[in-house]
Each structure stands twice: as structure tokens, then as C-alpha cells.
């Protein structure tokens, strides 16, 4: 089970490290940095499966038999552009919080939002 | 060969990175950050032949490309980084 | 003859492999900034050219072949240029050399409080 | 670690290591699009938003303990979760033997291109490849809407003397680019009408041209860039990938097909397929090329723009 | 042309989108936007009364079929909801050039209207395919636009209302991904239908709990349901009124489809609900969700906020429905999810005719608002009376239905919890109530007038929708109905 499985567990390591700094930490950038290591993992969770021993790239080729599973990389692809737009997107909002607040601190923000109140 | 080679390459990744975290200034880092992505497209090539499919070297210049332009990229941006540093951080770097 | 090219394959592998061990033990054991980056301009740009000839001799297609000094071209232009910006906008920035080990610590924190 | 640029550089070999593992696991196509992706544009992107936000992190975090109790727990739960997985590289994995082995063995006879991702993506799952391009075009609208030019300014003169100390320093690197861009924007055109045959596509050239777009913004000044690639031509650029593509749907809805069904847009099916995939990965590298250019100019734009007012408001 | 129905009705709005770019004018945009959003509004008519007469519609995108490629799957609950979206849709933007004129730079209308746009489909892309991955990428364009229109709006807290928002959507929607994968893992399939029957063989293992266990977190983050609602409040108050009043009526209303379709239809009845013990759970819940939201609702001083968190009690209503899991509960979760859409499409449009008019929700702001402006106002009311559940209004058909559920169940004491959350809803409507029309008027505010009829009109548009469905229940119900029964298997 060891060897069959720890690819997967290093993978939810990585997962729930990005995970991680996304919940715990105050900074908007990191924060983002967080996410996109977490996404990147799922990526990397999802790639693994398409593996298969022995296989090779799915291009078709003279002489080889085996390929690996082409469907997960196709959705990784999708879910990759995903992930680029979800983070210029969220770039673009902490541009726009810093010259509104003057501060990327979760907490900052939040005193300046409970002071307006 | 081909393994040996490999190998190699990724203990100098490893000891690239370790000079990443540690940096101590911007430029070790990104120095680090340009030997590393050289290190990589090395990489890529080796692994193409070691796996028995070298025709896909496109990736290996996309990356050198990838690479350049970062480096240019921080070294333009550089400047106001620099110039960015807030007054009650007086050392920034050691995690 | 094929085991000529082998033979000369599997020496620039083993050349580059060397070169970029000794570049990373460099970038990782020097002392200051500009030492490290002798380190790792000098061994890349070589060690990258070695593994790159011996993989071309190892070869069997044409386009394999075309990709890899293209990518051994584009190595000799970009790793000297990017090691030149680096160094140009450090000294540019402030970073002085240290060429002394006691002189480091205050040199360094002089330069990133710029 | 506090200094956020050195964490946006780690995690930019974050992105070239995966980059790398992807290629180990046979994903040529994903490898590509990470390493043109995560290490070369979101870094960039990231850099400048750090040049407007600040470069380090302050103040020690308050409360990570119910964090971090999330994360176990969502942790573990994904590990008891793999337990019943089939194992790493199993041949008989569900995921092997029920769906993909069609395109494995028949993608060759059905779509006619040796690359099976590029079948999968751009003729079996090409809806999700459309979904794909609305998501990147929405990311640039969105962009437009959050970050807009802010312009007040006196003539571009004054633009040009604000990066003449990084066109005399770095005059090599320019000369160097300068040799570089034709050559990547070649690499470029061989990426976007190779994907049939190995790794590549339309996203993937896309993300080249556009990297070669922004290095010469980079080094030649945002101004020079702007004019020569105007910003409503652009925007109709974006959203006219998105269009084509769409197009190709609509032709092959009024040739008798289904939505997106390339077999019918010529005689031949297979030729019809080649047609079709054709246009579709130029509509997603026209988008792709156009947004990326879009959220960088407007990034790099808006870090200007502001330069400029603060300067005016001295002056 | 009509078997191409359920695409066109994605992709309709999708090519507007992109030729908003081109037409630049803002009125002439806002004219388009209308006419695309009117002509999806009628494919869906059309579409349901297809499903109505002759039964699920498939439609395979690409020629290729199910397993492989990816097919959009029509049936009664799909049809409902595309009828629902639409339907809010196309009335909102009657009002929208009005609205925003006053809220948004006019350089940006054109790229509102644009994202707009990608909004509705991305929401109709969601609701209308049978595929578990492509469910993730519609979410995402929808999602997407929705961080960039909330983040349009006027006030400073509407960026970081939107930034919390997006973090917590790409979680959700990550989770999503993490739970897709770990399905696909097990049966080796994306389609739903496909999904369905492989996924029962491999039902007892823990990977599948584990991926059910995703999906079901990340809908209900995107769902806002009651520990996971963060989010929701601070972005509905803060997004511009157009946006709020499209969002509150149809986008968690999607999460709730997304949470029937994956429970019911993908993992199967028996999965999701006698293995594990998501019935209590979800029933648990659903009833804090209302208590606690309804609660947080009297104390608050802005009335956009207030609406918000009575949305998430609302959300409690379907959610308990939703865990009753019989036919005639939910039946109610589905006729609860047509009623929420119009009241609070109605609600939110009237608090914009508000901002349009004072340019403020504060409470108060609204004294004597109820002699200056007295048919919006009076829609407010009837939409509060409609929440609170007062015969004669859809909110009564619903509530009415979620009793007879749970008292065919047995579960009393549930029955009585729901009343008194009801009486909740009295109490922060009347404290508009009583501000409205028996304070006396602000100084200062003697030229308030009545809203412009580009308000009046759409609002009283839902209003009157809200007292038709509320005693012609016929269409709603019998679809509701045909919604529910399908799911469960039963032929009607």
C-alpha cells in the first residue's frame, strides 16, 4: 500500500500546505501564491492518475503500445487556464484594495472596514 | 549515462533552491530562480531521451524562453521593488 | 563508429553533469552575490553546451537534432545576457562586492535597507 | 517568510517543478501549458502587483490554530480517501479501461490526429475547450473593469524619460531581444500548427506570443508597445477568438451537424475535422494571445499611470 | 432549429457576450443585452414545454456520444431552473440601464453588460449539461464575472466583499475539482448519466465517500449555506443593486440545483442518503441557517444587508426541504426556489429604485419613504409579506408545501421550528415596515420622488408574478412536482 499510494499522499501534503496559506494567512498576495499551490497540486493529483506503468505521452506513435490516460490532461489543461484567470483576476482586486485601503492585511482592512461602520 | 546524468542535474536543482530559500538578497534569488530554470530545460531534454521519446524538446525551449523573460521581468521590476521596501521591515529576508 | 559516438556522448554528459554539480555547489558555498553568480554563468552556459552536444550526438532524428541547437543557441544567447542584466542591475542598485568575509554582514544589511 | 517577492520566485519553481513532474508522468501537452503558465505569466503578473502593493508581509498572523485543524482534517480526510484508490500506475484502473481506451484506438481513425489530447480537447470535449476560451476572455474583461487606464497625462515624452534609465542599462538585453522576438514569435506559429502533431495548440501559442508582446513591453516601454498593438484592436481581438470559435459551432449547426461537430464542415470527415480543429485552436490563440496582453498592459498600465500622476502632483 | 434548443440556449448569450466588445454604445449594448436575454428566455419556454410534453431531451455536443463526448441532458428539474434564470434575467435588465446609470462610470457599461452576459451563461451552462467537468468550467466563467460585477460597485468594501468572495469560490470550486477527480478515479467516467450507474458498484469504498464528501462541501460553499455563508452577506450588500437583485435570485439557486442534481441524480438516493447520515445533517443545518441568519437580519441597519442574510435563511428553508428527501419535499425545495427568485428579485430591484432615488439603504433613510414613494414601497412589503410566508403569496405555497413534507414525515417538532422562523421574518420586516411608514419624513428629503417607471415596471412585474404563483399554483407546482418525481424515479 506504501508503494502503490504515497505518490497520492505526497500530493495531499502539497495540497493542504497551499491550503493552508490560504485560510491562515493575512496577506492578500499570499493568499493567491497560496492558492495557486494549491490548484497546482490538484493538477498534479489529477495527472497522476492519467499515469500508467510502462505507458508513454499520448502522442501516437509507430511501435509503442501503451499510452497514458489522455483525458486528465485534457481537463487539467481547461482547469490550468482556469487557474491563471482566477489569479490575474484576483491580482487585479488586491491592486485595487491597496490604492482603496492602503494596506493587503486581512486584519488592516477589516479595522478600516469596522471604523467606517 | 542518461540517468547519471539526470541525477545530476537534480542534485544542482536541489542545491539551486537551497540558495532560493536562503537568498538573503533579491539578486541571489533570482540567480538562483535562472540556474534552476536552466537546470530544468536540461532536465526535460535528458528526461525526453531517457524515456525513449526525445521528440518533444518543444517544451525544453519553451521553458528557456519562460525563463529569460522572467529574469527580465524581476530585473525591470527590480528597481521599484527596491524602492518599494516599507521603513519597519529593515530586514526582509530570512524566513 | 557507434561506439565511438557513445563513447563521446557519454564523456560531455559526464563533463556537463559535472559542471553543473560543481555550478550548484558553487551558487550554494560562495560568499557573496558576484562570486555566485560567476559560479552559475560560467558552468551553465558550459555544462548546459556539454549535455546539449552529447545528447545531439546521441540523436537519431533530424528534427531532434535542429530542436537541440536551437535549444544550445538560444542557451549561449540568453544564459550570458540574463548573468549580464543581473550583474548590471545589481551594482546598479547597490549591491557591492564583498571581497572580504569579515565586511560581509554589514555590507549586506546596507544594501537591502536601500 | 516575509519577503513576498522571494515568495513569489518559489513559487515560480513551484510551477517549473511540476512543470518538469508533468512531463515525467507523460503529460507533454500540460507540461507545456504549466511551465508557459505558472512559472513564466502568473510570476510576472504577481511581480507587478507587488511593485504597487508592497513587498513584504507585516504583522505575525493571530489565530492559525482553527486553520489548521481545517486542514488536518480536510487533509485526512483526502488521505482515508485514497486508501480505496486503485494504486499509482495501475494498467487496470477503472480510469484505464472504461472511457479512454476509444481515444487511444480510435482517435486516429475518428479525428485523424496523432496528438490524442488535441483530439479529446479540441473535437470530443471541444465544448469544454469553447468553456475555456469564455473563461480566459472573462478574466480579461474582468481585468478591463478592475484595473481601467487612468489617464491624465501631458504628451508621451514624458513617458519615454521615465524608462530611459532602463533602455541605457540594459542595452544589451535589448540588442538580444531584439534578435529573440522574431524567433519567438516563429516558435510561436510552429507551436500553434504543430499541436496536431506533438505537444502544443492554441493556448499554449498563444501564451508565447503574448510572453514575446510583453518582453518588448518590458524592455521598449510600455508606451512604444501600446502603440504599435492598439488597445481596442486588441479587446476586439480577444473577443474575436471567441467568436470564431463560436463560429465553427454555428457552421457546422447549420450544416446538419451537432454543435461543434467539425465532420460535416467538409465532405471528407476527417477533413472536416482537421478544418475544424484548425480554426478552433487559431480562435483560442487569438483569445489567449489578446487577454494576456490585455492583463499585462493594464497591470504594467496602471503601475505607470500612477507613477505619472504622483509626479504631476509634485511637479 | 428546435432540436438544437438546449445549446442555443447556452450559447446564445455566450456569442452576445463577445459582440457587446464590438457594438461599444452603451444604450445600444443594454438594447442588445435585452433582446439576447428576452430570446433565451423564450428557448427556455420553449424548452420546458419539450420536457413537458415528450421527456428528457439529450443533446450531444460535437456528434460525439455521451461517455465520450459531452451531452447536455434536459430534464424537468433542468428546464425549471433554465426557466427560472432567464425569466429573473431578462426582468432585471429592463431595469438595468437605469440603475447603473447612476451607480457604475459610464466607461464601463459596455464591459458590465458584457459580464453580465457571461454571467447568465455561465449560470445556464452550469444548469444545463450532463457533464460532471464541464460543470466546473461554467462555474468558473460564472464565477469569474461575478467577482468582477461585484467588485463594480460603488463603495470601497465592494473590492474586498468581492476578494473574500473569490477565495471562497475557488476554494469551493477546487473542492469541487478534488471531488470530480476522485469519482472519475473510481468509474473512469465525467457523465453524469454514466456516472449514475457505474458509480453503485463502487459505492461502498471510501475514495467515493471522500469525493462525495468535496462536492458536497465545495456546492455549499458556492451555496452559502449556513456555517459557510461568510462571504455572502458583505457581497450582495456592496455589489451594484442590478447585480445584487440578479445574483439573489438565481445564483444560489444554481448551488441548490447543483446540490439536488449531484445528491439525487449522480451518487443516487441511496448513497446520499442511507449510508451516510447527511439527513440529519443537512437538516440541522438548514435550521441554524434560519435562526441564526434570521437573527443576524434584525439587528441589521442596511437593508441590502438585511435581504442578504434573510437569503440565507431562505437557503435554511430549501436546504431542509432538500433534506427531507421525499417527493413532496422536494417538490417544496423547488417551488421555494421559484418563489425566493422572485421575491427577492422583486426585494432587491425595489431597494435599487431606492438607491436610485436616495443613493442609500441605510434603514434610516427610509422614514416616510412610504408616503414619497409609495408603489415602490408597497412592493417592498409584499415582498416582505411573501418572505414571512402570508397566504395569498408564492412564500405561503411553499412554506405550505414544506409542512405537508415533514408532517407526512412525522417530524413535528422540525414543522413547529420552521413556523416560529417564520415569525422571525416578521419581526425584520416590520422593522422596515414601521420606519417607512410611520416615522415621519427626513428633513432635507421633501423631493423624493417615485421611482422611474424603468423600475416601476419590472418590479411590478415580479410583484404580480409573486401574487399569481401565490394563488395559481397550477404550472409551478405541477413542474415542481414533475421536477421531483422525476428525480426519484417515479413516472408522473
Known amino acids: 500500500m506504501l508503494i502503490g499510494l504515497y505518490n497520492y499522499w505526497i500530493v495531499v501534503v502539497l495540497m493542504m500546505i497551499g491550503f493552508y496559506i490560504v485560510i491562515a494567512h493575512g496577506n492578500l498576495i499570499k493568499k493567491i501564491v497560496g492558492l495557486t499551490i494549491f490548484q497546482t497540486s490538484v493538477f498534479i493529483f489529477y495527472i497522476s492518475m492519467a499515469k500508467v506503468d510502462g505507458g508513454t505521452a499520448p502522442i501516437l506513435a509507430d511501435g509503442i503500445e501503451r499510452y497514458s490516460n489522455p483525458l486528465p490532461h485534457v481537463l487539467i489543461l481547461t482547469a490550468i487556464v482556469v487557474g491563471i484567470a482566477t489569479t490575474a483576476l484576483a491580482l487585479a482586486l488586491t491592486v485595487r484594495i491597496k490604492e482603496a485601503y492602503g494596506s493587503i492585511e486581512e486584519e488592516h482592512i477589516q479595522e478600516k472596514d469596522n471604523q467606517a461602520c | 549515462m542518461l540517468i547519471g546524468a539526470t541525477l545530476a542535474i537534480l542534485v544542482s536543482m536541489v542545491l539551486a533552491i537551497i540558495r532560493g530559500v536562503i537568498g538573503s538578497t533579491l539578486y541571489d534569488r533570482i540567480l538562483a530562480v535562472n540556474m534552476f530554470g536552466t537546470k530544468t530545460v536540461l532536465l526535460i531534454a535528458l528526461l525526453g531521451f531517457a524515456m525513449g521519446r526525445p521528440e518533444f524538446l518543444d517544451i525544453a525551449i519553451v521553458y528557456a524562453l519562460i525563463n529569460f523573460i522572467t529574469v527580465i521581468g524581476v530585473l525591470r521590476y527590480s528597481d521599484s521593488l527596491a524602492f518599494n521596501q516599507p521603513d519597519e521591515e529593515k530586514e526582509p529576508e530570512e524566513s | ?114 | 517568510m516575509k519577503d513576498l517577492v522571494a515568495v513569489v520566485m518559489l513559487a515560480g519553481i513551484y510551477g517549473l517543478l511540476s512543470a518538469c513532474f508533468f512531463v515525467a508522468m507523460d503529460a507533454v501537452d500540460v507540461a507545456f501549458t504549466e511551465a508557459s503558465v505558472g512559472a513564466g505569466i502568473s510570476t510576472l503578473l504577481m511581480l507587478v502587483a507587488i511593485t504597487m502593493t508592497g513587498r513584504s508581509e507585516q504583522a505575525a498572523r493571530h489565530k492559525p490554530a482553527l486553520a489548521f485543524v481545517v486542514v488536518v482534517i480536510t487533509g485526512g480526510l483526502l488521505i482515508y480517501g485514497t486508501l480505496d484508490m486503485p494504486y499509482f500506475g495501475a494498467v487496470d484502473a477503472p480510469i484505464q479501461v472504461h472511457v479512454a481506451p476509444r481515444y487511444i484506438n480510435d482517435s486516429m481513425q475518428e479525428v485523424g490526429v496523432p496528438n490524442i489530447v488535441t483530439s479529446v480537447l479540441a473535437s470530443y470535449r471541444g465544448f469544454d475547450t469553447f468553456g475555456e476560451a469564455v473563461v480566459i476572455f472573462t478574466a480579461g474583461i474582468g481585468v478591463l473593469t478592475l484595473l481601467p487606464v487612468l489617464r491624465s497625462r501631458k504628451g508621451d515624452d514624458a513617458v519615454e524619460s521615465l524608462n530611459d534609465s532602463m533602455h541605457e542599462q540594459h542595452l544589451i538585453v535589448r540588442i538580444v531581444t531584439k534578435i529573440l522576438i522574431p524567433l519567438i514569435l516563429l516558435f510561436a506559429l510552429y507551436v500553434q500548427f504543430h499541436g496536431d502533431f506533438g505537444p502544443g495548440g492554441g493556448f499554449q501559442a498563444g501564451v508565447i506570443f503574448a510572453a514575446a508582446i510583453i518582453l518588448y513591453a518590458m524592455l521598449f516601454g510600455l508606451e512604444v508597445a501600446r502603440r504599435v498593438i492598439n488597445q481596442t484592436f486588441i479587446q476586439f481581438a480577444a473577443a474575436f477568438g471567441v467568436l470564431l470559435y463560436g463560429s465553427v459551432g454555428l457552421v457546422s449547426l447549420l450544416n446538419g451537424g451537432n454543435f461543434l461537430d467539425y465532420s460535416v464542415l467538409s465532405a471528407d470527415p476527417i477533413a472536416g475535422q482537421h478544418l475544424g480543429i484548425l480554426l478552433i485552436e487559431l480562435g483560442v490563440g487569438c483569445t489567449v494571445t489578446s487577454v494576456m496582453v490585455i492583463i499585462f498592459f493594464h497591470f504594467a498600465g496602471r503601475k505607470e499611470d500612477k507613477q505619472r500622476m504622483k509626479e504631476e502632483e509634485v511637479g | 432549429m428546435l432540436t438544437h434548443l438546449p445549446i442555443l440556449q447556452v450559447i446564445v448569450p455566450l456569442l452576445a457576450a463577445p459582440l457587446c466588445i464590438f457594438l461599444r454604445r452603451p444604450p445600444l449594448v443594454w438594447l442588445f443585452t435585452l433582446i439576447v436575454s428576452s430570446l433565451a428566455f423564450v428557448i427556455s419556454i420553449l424548452l420546458l414545454q419539450q420536457v413537458m410534453a415528450s421527456g428528457t431531451i439529450v443533446y450531444e455536443l460535437g456528434g460525439w456520444d455521451a461517455p465520450w463526448g459531452i451531452e447536455y441532458r434536459i430534464d424537468a428539474l433542468n428546464a425549471f431552473l433554465l426557466l427560472i434564470i432567464t425569466a429573473i434575467s431578462t426582468v432585471v435588465l429592463l431595469a438595468a440601464q437605469t440603475s447603473i446609470s447612476k451607480e457604475i462610470p459610464k466607461e464601463k457599461h459596455m464591459l458590465f453588460y458584457t459580464l453580465y452576459l457571461l454571467s447568465l451563461t455561465g449560470m445556464l451552462g452550469i444548469v444545463a449539461t450532463g457533464d460532471a467537468f464541464n460543470v466546473f468550467v461554467f462555474l468558473e466563467i460564472s464565477s469569474l464575472s461575478a467577482y468582477a460585477l461585484i467588485a463594480l460597485g460603488k463603495d470601497r468594501r465592494a473590492l474586498w466583499a468581492s476578494f473574500q468572495y473569490l477565495i471562497m469560490g475557488t476554494i469551493g470550486a477546487t473542492f469541487i475539482l478534488i471531488g470530480i477527480g476522485l469519482m472519475y478515479q473510481m468509474t473512469g467516467t465525467l457523465n453524469m448519466e454514466d456516472l449514475s450507474t457505474r458509480l453503485p458498484e463502487v459505492a461502498q469504498t471510501r475514495t467515493v465517500f471522500v469525493s462525495f464528501a468535496f462536492v458536497i462541501v465545495g456546492i455549499c460553499l458556492k451555496l452559502a449555506l449556513f456555517p459557510l455563508h461568510l462571504w455572502l452577506p458583505n457581497a450582495y450588500t456592496y455589489a451594484p443593486s442590478i447585480v445584487t437583485a440578479f445574483f439573489a435570485a438565481t445564483a444560489t439557486k444554481v448551488a441548490i440545483y447543483l446540490l439536488i442534481r449531484f445528491s439525487f441524480s449522480v451518487f443516487g438516493l441511496s448513497f446520499s442518503f442511507t449510508t451516510l447520515p447527511l439527513q440529519i445533517l443537512f437538516m440541522v443545518l438548514g435550521l441554524s441557517g434560519i435562526f441564526v441568519a434570521s437573527i443576524a437580519a434584525i439587528y441589521q441597519t442596511n437593508i441590502k444587508t438585511l435581504f442578504a442574510y434573510s437569503s440565507i435563511a431562505q437557503i435554511g428553508y430549501m436546504i431542509v426541504g432538500f433534506s427531507v428527501s421525499t417527493v413532496t419535499g422536494l417538490t417544496a425545495t423547488l417551488l421555494h426556489v421559484f418563489n425566493h427568485a422572485l421575491m427577492k428579485g422583486a426585494l432587491f430591484l425595489a431597494l435599487g429604485a431606492v438607491m436610485y432615488r436616495i443613493g442609500s439603504v441605510q434603514l434610516s433613510q427610509f422614514q416616510g419613504l412610504g408616503r414619497q414613494m409609495p408603489l415602490t414601497m408597497a412592493a417592498i412589503v409584499i415582498g416582505g409579506l411573501s418572505l414571512i410566508g402570508v397566504p395569498l403569496t408564492v412564500g405561503f405555497v411553499s412554506k405550505w408545501y414544506l409542512l405537508m413534507a415533514l408532517i407526512e414525515q412525522g417530524w413535528w417538532p422540525v414543522a413547529v421550528l420552521i413556523v416560529l422562523g417564520s415569525l422571525l421574518a416578521v419581526v425584520y420586516v416590520w422593522r422596515l415596515v414601521e420606519i417607512a411608514y410611520f416615522k415621519p419624513q427626513l428633513v432635507g428629503k421633501e423631493s423624493v420622488k417615485e421611482a422611474p417607471l424603468s423600475f416601476l415596471i419590472p418590479i411590478w412585474i415580479l410583484v404580480m408574478a409573486n401574487i399569481y404563483f401565490g394563488i395559481d399554483t397550477r404550472l409551478s407546482v405541477q413542474v415542481a412536482q414533475a421536477a421531483a418525481q422525476s428525480l426519484f424515479g417515479v413516472s408522473p
Open chain 3, 1 to 114: 563508429m557507434d561506439v565511438a559516438i557513445e563513447i563521446t556522448s557519454s564523456i560531455c554528459l559526464l563533463i556537463g553533469s559535472f559542471l553543473c554539480v560543481s555550478g550548484g555547489v558553487g551558487i550554494l558555498r560562495f560568499p557573496d552575490f558576484y562570486t555566485r553568480m560567476h559560479a552559475a554563468g560560467v558552468t551553465d552556459t558550459l555544462g548546459a553546451g556539454m549535455i546539449l552536444i552529447g545528447l545531439m550526438l546521441q540523436s537519431q532524428d533530424f528534427l531532434v537534432f535542429a530542436k537541440l541547437v536551437m535549444i544550445l543557441l538560444m542557451m549561449l544567447f540568453i544564459n550570458p545576457t540574463a548573468s549580464h542584466a543581473l550583474a548590471k542591475s545589481a551594482i546598479h542598485n547597490g549591491l557591492k562586492p564583498v571581497l572580504d568575509i569579515k565586511e560581509r554582514n554589514n555590507t549586506e544589511s546596507e544594501s537591502s535597507s536601500r
